[in-house]
């Protein structure tokens, strides 16, 4: 079955959710700058400097260490460029640092002048043991630190951001303390040194015993191994009795049981996963306008017609049959100008669209770019709603960067490229790459590896 990354750091890409916090120490300093720090165009000449002495460091090590401690073994790890490890690891440091420009012009953030002496030592240590650099790597090298921090507490001190001086950890008390070494009493990981973990109540070296180990979900490795494959997704036809991690992947007439497709359940049988039921089927739910009883709760029975009480669906119950909406739990004609809106697909009359307006959402007339909007069934067609700005705008062209998914038209979709930067395409078809679930109908988002391998979390420090 498809098995995703757990990323344990972030990566370069932008947009979409992809970015994330490069590691513990970064997320400290981010917490101080606050909205200061984010993606940038143009970063400070000291940062760049920096990054250009670093990264190279960075790329060279983290790179050896992977081969070394598995990676290469991960479906998709090892992909041409720009997935390659060292073209990923590279792009992917040089982002960290770099997204820190914003907080280092407002003055919230410190670029150190020359790599501190540490950082080598502090980033061997931990690639030898197959983990990723954690605060005490952060303390030992800091590249980037808060404004007029001088230094982090020291013993019998409250932690910072649970940060603490070299040499200490931020224990269970939430005081900076010595860690234990192997084989010491533990409760929290600050409890034992930088490289250690803390399993069962003692301070141990980490568990990599499944390395290697093929695995088809999250829950087939031990220890502090993950199963990991290809953080890219593509588009993927459904295949009856193939592996699966929910009823998207399975395609219409089946469902998602014990990680595998099965045919949904007929007339009058049991949802399977209290929404699924054969094609012309739906899942009944409560009594006609309400959550009052009925006798087919929980059975899938034909589409209700106009009158009947909304079916359930993935989303909520809010399934009718062909023309019809939900309102108030019973399917009828779509609300016209001034009322409530529907639920799920037909939301109001031909013409309007659903305007946000206290308490409730209303149908109301479409409105044109540059209006005031809260939802895209606001805007006019070829508009959707800019949450950036409420305001409606023109679908983006194709190749055109994209963050929220709603800017690239029904036509298109927002996914990220081959350096994970997301952008406008045309819907994807089989094969193509996707995110979430914009494929072609009847396809499904899916990683292209049927497996995966349990591996250290380094490996996914930066996605591939």
Known sequence: MAVGVGAACGGGGSGGGADTAADSGADAAGDVAGDAVGEVTEAPEALVRLADSWCPVLTARTCAAAAACGCSDVPGFDEAAPRDCETRVLAGCRAELLRFGPGVEAGVLAVAGELPGGCATALDEALAACVSPDETFF???????PAGVSGFPGEGR????????????????????????VGAACEVPGDCASILVCAEGKCAAPDLADRGKTCANPAGCGGEVQCLASSRRVCRAPKAGAGCNGDAECGAGNFCEANACKPAPGLDETCGN????AVGLACA????????????????????????????????????????????????????????????????????????????AICAPRVGAGQPCQLD????????????????RAFYSPGAPCANGNECGPAGSCVPDDTLKFRCVAQPGEGDACFLDECEGGLSCESPYDSGTCAPALCARYPF
Request: net charge negative.
């Open 377 to 392: 069934d606001t805007c006019e067609d070829g508009l959707f709603c800019d949450f950036n700005t409420n305001k409606c």
């Open 274 to 277: 209290g929404v699924a039921c």
């Open 139 to 145: 303390v030992r090298c800091p590249l980037v630190v």
């Open 158 to 181: 409250a932690c910072a951001d649970e940060l603490c001086a070299a040499g200490l950890r931020c224990s269970r008390d939430g005081l900076c303390m010595v860690p234990g070494d």
């Open 285 to 360: 739910f409560s009594g006609k306008g309400g959550p009052g009883p009925n006798p087919f709760e929980g059975l899938c029975r034909p589409i209700p017609k106009s009158g009947e009480g909304c079916a359930l669906a993935e989303g909520g119950p809010f399934v009718c049959d062909t023309g019809l909406a939900c309102v108030g739990g019973t399917c009828g004609p779509p609300p016209t100008d001034g009322q409530g809106c529907a639920v799920g697909v037909i939301r109001c009359a031909d013409g309007l669209g659903c305007k946000v307006a206290s308490p409730e």
